[in-house]
């Protein structure tokens, strides 16, 4: 059973998309690019380097994407953007996850989530509760994955608003 819980939360993180004024592709890399060209060191311009952060490594492209999250991560400090920086962490740990490099994701993730609790940034914190889960998943730690699964998914339900919809997806792709 706890094996399905992956596949589950994945599938739901999957079909979970963070809404962006562009398209797809590389005209939303293009658009990003060139409101980034005019974005002042602000709260917006470390938004966008995560929206850019976002679409290279949704596109396997985990330099690029690790070179946008690392121009964001100073300025979220410097600007004392508590929701930016602890985006910036999560994204790290993603990083990690890719790496496999498990015990290090929580580094990253645990001191997000603390950030993340004085936000009202759902998609975030669905994010930093899922990749917490599978760092203890892969490491055999079966109560704080479920833990944590369990919390990523009650967060993936509220960012979806639809909890019909996720609710038939999982028992689908479960069975």
């Known amino acids: 059973m706890l094996s399905v819980i992956p596949a589950l939360l994945f599938f739901v993180q999957a079909t979970a998309q963070r809404p962006v004024a562009a398209s797809s592709g590389d005209k939303k890399i293009d658009s990003l690019l060139q409101v980034l060209k005019k974005a002042r060191e602000d709260t917006n311009k470390v938004n966008i380097l995560d929206e850019l952060y976002l679409v290279h490594f949704k596109n396997k492209n985990f330099g690029e994407a690790q070179k946008y999250n690392n121009e964001a991560w100073p300025l979220a400090k410097k600007l004392g953007y508590t929701k930016g920086e602890a985006r910036c962490m999560v994204n790290k740990a993603y990083e990690y ?27 975030t914190k669905a994010r930093c509760a ?11 730690i079966c109560p704080e994955a479920i833990k944590y699964f369990s ?15 996720i609710i038939t997806n999982l028992i689908f792709a479960g069975g």
């Open 97 to 123: 996850h890719i790496e496999k490099k498990w015990e290090e994701i929580l580094k990253y993730s645990l001191p997000a989530a603390e950030m993340l609790k004085s936000t009202n940034d759902t998609y």
């Open 130 to 140: 899922t990749i917490t889960a599978y760092s203890y998943f892969y490491r055999n």
């Open 151 to 165: 919390e990523a998914l009650v967060y993936w339900k509220e960012f979806k608003k639809d909890t019909e919809n």
